[in-house]
Structures are given as C-alpha cells and as structure tokens.
C-alpha cells in the first residue's frame, strides 16, 4: 500500500512559480512510475505529467510542455512538479497519483494510489 500527500500548492499571480511535492510512504517508490494530475471547478480531473519508475522517461500534457517539469527522489519517496509562467487556467487542485508498473501512463483509470490534492490558485 502507498500513502500519498501533496504540499505546496498556493495563492500566486501569473508569472508566478511553483514547486508542488509529493510525500509517498508504505513501501518504496522504485518500481512505480507517478504522474500529477488536476481538476479546475466543474471540470473533469485531467492529465498534467508523468514520470517512470527511473524518471528516464516524462510525458506531459500539451498546456504543460516548457513551463512544468516533473521529477522525483525514489531515496527520499518524494514527486515534484515544478511549474514556472503560472497562468489563471492552471488554477485547480493538483492530485499527485502513483501506478504499479515501472511505466509512466496518461490515464489516470490506470493509476492505484491518489493523494487527497493540493489547490493552485493563479490570479491574473
């Protein structure tokens, strides 16, 4: 079993940057692959990054390309997303997520563990 919690997240003005983490606890991290997802108000959740189980390989949603960058510590158990150009549709609640294989995935129907969230509000 994996236990999940997001920190970090915050009240920032466009432009602004973010460093989101992601505390994982209950076994180790080296053979999960992780990925953040968000879910803005009366949206649907939605893929934002992932990261392989050796952070060799990282996907990324079209929006986040060159602003976001996800990477992790499998030694400390922690995800981060790094996100720099904060603008105001970024704003929702960021779910740090983890899946049983090595291989990182999109679809969030394919990950096991979630995190309860963190919000990122960015105002204009």
């Known amino acids: 079993q994996v236990q999940l919690v997001e920190s970090g997240g915050g009240l920032v003005q466009a432009g602004a940057s973010l460093r989101l983490s992601c505390a994982a606890s209950?076994?180790?991290?080296?053979?999960?692959?992780m990925g953040w997802f968000r879910q803005a108000p009366g949206k649907e959740r939605e893929f934002v990054a992932a990261?392989?189980?050796?952070?060799?390989?990282?996907y990324y949603t079209d929006s986040a390309k060159g602003r976001f960058t996800i990477s992790r510590d499998n030694v400390k158990k922690m995800l981060y997303l790094q996100m720099n150009s904060l603008k105001p549709e970024d704003t929702a609640a960021y779910y740090c997520?983890?899946?049983?294989?090595?291989?990182?995935?999109?679809?969030?129907?394919?990950?096991?563990?979630w995190g309860q969230g963190t919000q990122v509000t960015v105002f204009s």
């Open positions: 990261i392989s189980w050796s952070g060799g390989s990282t």
């Open positions: 997520a983890a899946r049983r294989v090595v291989v990182a995935s999109t679809r969030q129907v394919e990950y096991d563990y």
């Open positions: 209950g076994r180790t991290l080296s053979s999960l692959a």
